[in-house]
């Protein structure tokens, strides 16, 4: 079912979140749920609810234009290939600084029906069908090009079909294996001194995992630690392997998840310290909504 944006009631959220940052009192903001990189709020109209997606600030139009461009062009690639992506629009406003801010936009979809609770709430039999279909879909999608973060809180099953929530952050490259990307604002929320060191020596890493079938289930696989869903890896495995030449192990699959837990544990220890700069040192407001420590 199809959404217009409702204008007036994201201005009013966007309100809300600038008197967060300012005040740094988020106990105001209604939050659907936690990723990595942002808080997802929840905003309720007449329409029904949404989920809003705040992105970093654009500095200009120009960066703001070029990312919308990217995102349609990610929702109807991946689309193409078989994946069924929640509708997502972006609305956008002029923030005091003269930049732009901006909002992905998804209808609300039932949080009991995310597939990272589904895979605790249903059975063996559900999982293992869950499985076989998400392998499908992910090996339908992911070439060098188009990348899928596939983690299981991304996906949501509604009338008995999957459905892809994480796009805001499009997983495309050129032909020469470049991030399309604008990687520096979207690591803007990184400390200043990491910014650069992580841009050069890391992008490269964080994001090749997405571009192949068995990197993303891998991917996929290592968080299920993450998520306390340990025991299904066996099942998983199987099933994966049947797919994949070069087998996934389950030591591969401990090892991969205690370098990523280390990486996202550096990452958000390193932007809390910054946050305490800004906030406490420097007396300036921090940017960003971050989502609080999570327990690995
Ligand atoms: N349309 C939606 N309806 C209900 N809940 C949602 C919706 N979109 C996101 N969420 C909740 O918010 C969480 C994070 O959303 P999402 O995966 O889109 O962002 P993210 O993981 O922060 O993105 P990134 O990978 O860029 O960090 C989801 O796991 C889910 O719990
Ligand atoms: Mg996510």
């Not at 069924?84 to 039932?110: D, F, M």
């Not at 490269?204 to 993450?226: C, P």
């Not at 070069?246 to 205690?258: D, W």
Request: with cysteine.
């Amino acid at each position: 079912m199809s959404f217009t944006v409702p204008h007036t009631e994201l201005a009013r959220l966007e309100a809300q979140v600038q008197a967060a940052l300012r005040t740094t009192d988020d106990s105001a903001l209604d939050v659907l749920g936690y990723g990595e990189v942002s808080l997802v709020l929840r905003l309720r109209t007449d329409q029904g609810a949404f989920a809003c997606k705040r992105l970093p600030v654009f500095p200009d139009r120009g960066r703001f234009e070029r990312y919308q461009e990217g995102l349609d062009e990610y929702l109807r690639r991946l689309s193409g290939s078989g994946v069924n992506v929640a509708e997502t629009k972006v609305w956008h406003t002029h923030h005091p600084s003269g930049g732009i801010t901006a909002y992905c936009l998804q209808r609300e979809l039932p949080s009991q029906r995310l597939c990272s609770r589904l895979l605790h709430t249903e059975g063996e039999t559900w999982a293992k069908d869950f499985f076989s279909r998400f392998l499908d879909q992910v090996d339908g999608a992911v070439d060098p090009a188009l990348g899928l973060d596939a983690q299981a809180t991304n996906w949501v099953e509604v009338d008995g079909e999957l459905i892809y929530l994480d796009v805001t952050t499009p997983l495309m490259r050129d032909a020469r294996g470049r991030e399309r990307l604008d990687v520096r604002l979207f690591f803007s929320s990184l400390p200043w001194f990491l910014r650069d060191a992580v841009r050069l020596s890391m992008t490269k890493s964080i994001f090749d995992k997405f571009y192949e079938t068995r990197g993303v289930l891998l991917d996929f696989l290592g968080n299920l630690h993450k998520e306390r869903l340990d025991a299904l890896i066996p099942a998983f495995l199987e099933q994966a392997n049947a797919r994949l030449a070069k087998p996934i192990t389950a030591e591969e699959v401990a090892a991969y998840y205690r370098g990523d837990a280390r990486m996202w544990e550096l990452i958000q220890r390193l932007r809390q310290a910054d946050r305490f700069w800004h906030r406490r040192i420097r007396r300036r407001t921090y940017p960003f909504l971050l989502p609080p420590p999570v327990d690995r």
